[in-house]
């Protein structure tokens, strides 16, 4: 589900450095099925050209109040009508007092007067300029009447300075226009996810685990929070920030993942088994940290197999949740991901191909292949971020006509 498609965007873009980021931001909207209409404000011309923003944009761009051939085509007031959502990007310091002053002295900041739509700023400014009182009560003053502030990013910035003010990337962006557009359509569904790698402890300074990042885990956990699903994360120790209106449950070993699975299974609607979990674990954990033994080159560590946890919710026989795991496979993907399915009494599984480079553990990019009993389906190459949103999609498309 693209969550922009048919979403008219009418992109606003005054006379910052950031500007030129504005070419890359449109195209990426455009990807997502969004229409997009340009204004630019005379000084963002001199950091981009209106021939550039039209070429990438597929549309005329607007710029002055007082253009006739323009007014003809699409007045000022149908512009300001036409938007679902009005994004000012790059916003100055200058565009941002202006609007926050309801000024109405160029064509940009009359649409920000004339539309109802909701109106979202990027600032993108000079760290003192960002930081002088001025500007943060104009912003204030803006968030009061409900514009959406998006940034600004930390960091670098052209004029050599370091601090807040730089305009978020076109790529996060693009990521708030999605999560605005996202419906909360999943608030009456409960999500389980499992996420991240386990760790079967040796002695106290020492552990089995695996190169699982829970970025997979965490996306999908984001996604389906953004559709309003409550969600609970059973998470692996992983070194990420919890998603917004996700409930953590943190846990380390596979036995405290079994654990935290089975008390949350019976009170979700689905269950989604993410994390690399150790199938073994050492057979005795040493209470002090072993040694080294004089003339011994060889170790051996005797293993014992750690619970299924997947297979341990899907075999619930009453208040089962909707079971999804995954299949994390080097070869012969297909026949070990069926296999997977149907031997842990899956409703659906997610075959993750880990031989390619780049793909699955620690990787920000993934592909999978669901495979469910009657069908199967390719999530081709993407971002975790939006293989999440798609996987959610899938799979509550699936669970829907289970129920059914
Ligand atoms: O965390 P990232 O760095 O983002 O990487 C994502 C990922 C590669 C870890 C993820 O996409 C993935 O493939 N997860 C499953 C990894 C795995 O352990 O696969 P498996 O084929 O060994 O296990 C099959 C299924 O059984 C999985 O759903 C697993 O969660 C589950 N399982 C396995 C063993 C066990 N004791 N209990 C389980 O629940």
Redesign the pocket.
């Known amino acids: 589900m693209q969550t922009l498609a048919g979403k008219k965007i009418l992109l606003g873009i005054s006379g910052g450095i950031a500007a030129y980021k504005c070419a890359e931001l449109t195209r990426r909207l455009i990807e997502r099925g969004a229409e997009v209409r340009i204004v630019m404000t005379q000084s963002a011309q001199e950091f981009i050209t209106p021939l550039t923003m039209q070429a990438v944009s597929g549309n005329p761009v607007s710029d002055s109040l007082f253009d006739p051939a323009a007014e003809a085509s699409m007045g000022h007031i149908e512009l300001a009508k036409w938007a679902d959502l009005v994004l000012l990007a790059p916003a100055t310091a200058d565009l941002i007092a202006r609007i926050a002053a309801g000024m109405g002295n160029d064509l940009l900041s009359t649409l920000c007067l004339a539309t109802d739509s909701p109106i979202a700023v990027a600032p993108a400014m000079n760290q003192q300029m960002y930081s002088n009182i001025a500007t943060q009560e104009n912003l204030a003053t803006l968030a009061r009447r409900s514009f959406h502030i998006w940034g600004p990013a930390s960091g670098e910035q052209a004029c050599g300075d370091v601090g807040p003010g730089r305009m978020l990337e076109p790529m996060d962006l693009v990521h708030r226009a999605e999560d605005f557009f996202q419906p909360a359509d999943l608030s009456n569904i409960k999500i389980a996810i499992?996420?991240?790698p386990t760790r079967e402890s040796i002695d106290p300074v020492r552990y089995l685990t695996n190169?699982?990042?829970?970025?997979?885990?965490y996306a999908i956990a984001e996604a389906a929070a953004k559709r309003g699903a409550h969600v609970t994360l059973i998470s692996g120790p992983v070194n990420l920030a919890t998603p917004a209106n996700v409930e953590r449950v943190d846990t380390d070993s596979?036995e405290q993942m079994h654990q935290a699975a089975m008390d949350a299974a019976t009170n979700h609607d689905i269950f989604i088994?993410?994390?690399?979990?150790a199938?073994f674990r050492p057979a005795e954990i040493a209470t002090q940290k072993m040694k080294k033994k004089s003339g011994e080159d060889e170790m051996v560590l005797r293993l014992v197999k750690?619970?299924?946890?997947?297979?341990s919710v899907a075999g619930l026989t009453e208040q089962r949740p909707f079971t999804v795991?995954?299949?994390?496979?080097t070869q012969d993907v297909e026949q070990y991901a069926r296999g997977?399915l149907s031997r842990?009494n899956l409703d659906l599984i997610c075959a993750?191909d880990?031989s390619q480079q780049g793909l699955?553990?620690?990787?920000d990019s993934?592909a999978l292949h669901l495979y469910w009993p009657e069908g199967d389906k390719a999530l081709p190459l993407a971002s975790?971020h939006e293989l999440g949103q798609q996987l959610i999609s899938e799979i509550i498309d699936q669970f829907k006509a289970k129920q059914h």
Not at 273 to 277: D, H, I, L, N
Not at 325 to 329: D, K, N, S, V
Not at 360 to 363: D, I
């Open positions: 499992t996420a991240g190169h699982s990042s829970g970025k997979m885990g596979a088994s993410c994390a690399a979990v199938d750690n619970p299924d946890i997947v297979a795991g995954f299949a994390a496979e997977k842990k993750n880990v699955g553990f620690n990787s993934n975790k």
